[in-house]
Protein backbone atom coordinates (compact mmCIF):
# COMPACT_ATOMS: atom_id res chain seq x y z
CA UNK A 1 0.00 0.00 0.00
CA UNK A 2 1.08 3.71 -1.16
CA UNK A 3 2.48 5.66 1.94
CA UNK A 4 -0.51 7.79 2.28
CA UNK A 5 1.47 10.38 4.37
CA UNK A 6 1.38 14.49 2.94
CA UNK A 7 4.19 15.54 0.76
CA UNK A 8 3.87 18.88 -0.53
CA UNK A 9 5.55 19.89 -3.69
CA UNK A 10 9.51 21.06 -3.86
CA UNK A 11 9.68 24.45 -5.75
CA UNK A 12 12.78 24.84 -7.87
CA UNK A 13 14.39 26.53 -4.79
CA UNK A 14 13.72 23.56 -2.75
CA UNK A 15 11.12 24.86 -0.68
CA UNK A 16 7.68 23.11 0.34
CA UNK A 17 4.80 25.05 -1.87
CA UNK A 18 1.21 23.87 -1.57
CA UNK A 19 -1.65 24.06 -4.59
CA UNK A 20 -4.60 26.01 -4.33
CA UNK A 21 -7.68 24.17 -5.21
CA UNK A 22 -11.29 26.24 -5.74
CA UNK A 23 -14.20 24.52 -4.05
CA UNK A 24 -17.49 25.78 -4.46
CA UNK A 25 -20.32 25.43 -1.44
CA UNK A 26 -23.95 26.68 -1.27
CA UNK A 27 -23.66 29.29 1.75
CA UNK A 28 -26.07 26.75 4.02
CA UNK A 29 -23.55 24.11 3.75
CA UNK A 30 -20.75 26.92 4.74
CA UNK A 31 -22.44 27.82 7.71
CA UNK A 32 -22.31 23.97 8.82
CA UNK A 33 -18.74 23.97 7.47
CA UNK A 34 -17.72 27.17 9.63
CA UNK A 35 -19.58 25.62 12.72
CA UNK A 36 -17.68 22.54 12.66
CA UNK A 37 -14.31 23.94 12.23
CA UNK A 38 -15.08 26.60 14.94
CA UNK A 39 -16.43 24.24 17.28
CA UNK A 40 -12.71 22.73 16.39
CA UNK A 41 -10.70 25.94 16.68
CA UNK A 42 -9.83 25.45 13.50
CA UNK A 43 -10.15 28.02 10.38
CA UNK A 44 -12.54 27.35 7.54
CA UNK A 45 -9.51 26.08 5.37
CA UNK A 46 -7.88 24.16 7.64
CA UNK A 47 -10.82 21.69 8.59
CA UNK A 48 -11.82 21.21 4.81
CA UNK A 49 -8.51 19.80 4.34
CA UNK A 50 -8.35 17.82 7.16
CA UNK A 51 -11.79 16.73 6.51
CA UNK A 52 -11.20 15.32 3.04
CA UNK A 53 -7.78 14.13 3.87
CA UNK A 54 -9.36 11.60 6.00
CA UNK A 55 -11.90 10.97 3.92
CA UNK A 56 -9.45 10.54 0.83
CA UNK A 57 -7.61 8.23 3.54
CA UNK A 58 -10.03 6.20 4.19
CA UNK A 59 -11.61 5.59 0.90
CA UNK A 60 -8.38 4.37 -0.43
CA UNK A 61 -7.87 2.03 3.20
CA UNK A 62 -11.42 0.69 2.34
CA UNK A 63 -10.27 0.03 -1.52
CA UNK A 64 -6.68 -1.88 -1.04
CA UNK A 65 -5.00 1.19 -2.17
Same mark, same amino acid.
Do not use: C, Y
Given at each position: ?12 ? $? ?5 ? =? ?5 ? +??? #????? %????? $? ?5 ? =? ?5 ? +??? #????? %???
Amino acid at each position: MEDLAIRPKKSDH $GRNQTEP =VLLRFEP +AHL #EIIDR %AAEHL $GLSRAAW =VRSTMLQ +AAR #EVLKE %AGS
